[in-house]
């Protein structure tokens, strides 16, 4: 009777968390679809009296939304792969190549995790601006080409694979070229298919770097955009979440359809046996 009780008191503060933490993201869903009024009453209005789609029209109407969504995704997609390319390379050395130093090397690239990005940002701005990249794709995408999260990530997911199949090839002639392809990729896939949800979604809502080397509207990503509902005389707040649901829904999109690989990445290497 104890433990039935326990287990129905962390599920009601399971609930009760999980609803505090969705609250935010039902009240902006909900908002974007009020009309003005409905928006700007008090208290506050939980749910929409109609479909008003006409806040997410006027969000289309008075900035070029189109054109953000395009650079974030361009942005996103581009990291995504060159981290998923460089990761797996780099996972791939310190797994299945013998080099002199490769443990030193290892600690000292997972050091730099520890290192804040707020810390490199000025170097960085200083590079990108010395090479021409200001207000450029080269410069949104470079440097976050390489993770170290991501690296880490995939060599404790290719410590896991048997080594009899590496043994099996090396005795059938392969090198580590046909390996990485024909055995780590394929069987990698989870780790992967982890590492581009966390990479895209962590591309998708970067704002510091896009609001520092970018000045025009084309070069603008989708979260840069959204502050330009926001005028100096007056915020219409219906406007603002309307803009802000736009750039949710493909995070939220991707993060449901990519939990469940996210979750099983994330703890690969945690239990042994």
Known sequence: MTTRLQQTFVYILLIICAALVLYPIFYTFSSALMTPEEASAYPPHFL???FYLGSIIAVFKLVPITTFVTNSLLVSILITLGQLITSSMAAYAFTNIR???KAFIF?????????PWEVTIIPNYLTVKKWDWLDSMQ???VPFLATAFGTFLLRQF??????????A????GCGHFRMFLRI??????PALATLAVYAFLNAWNMYLWPLLITNSEA?????????MLQFEELTVWNLVLAGVSIVLLPSLLLLVLGLKQLVRGLTAGAVKG
């Open 219 to 227: 070069m603008r990503t989708v979260q840069i955009g959204i502050a």
């Open 99 to 101: 080099f002199i130093g």
């Open 184 to 189: 780590v990729l394929p069987l990698g896939r």
């Open 139 to 141: 410069g949104l995408t």
């Open 158 to 167: 290719f410590l896991q694979l048997p080594k009899e199949l590496f043994e």
């Open 48 to 50: 929409p009296g109609s």
């Open 169 to 172: 090839a090396r005795i059938d």
């Open 107 to 115: 600690a000292l690239f997972m050091a730099t995790m520890m290192i």
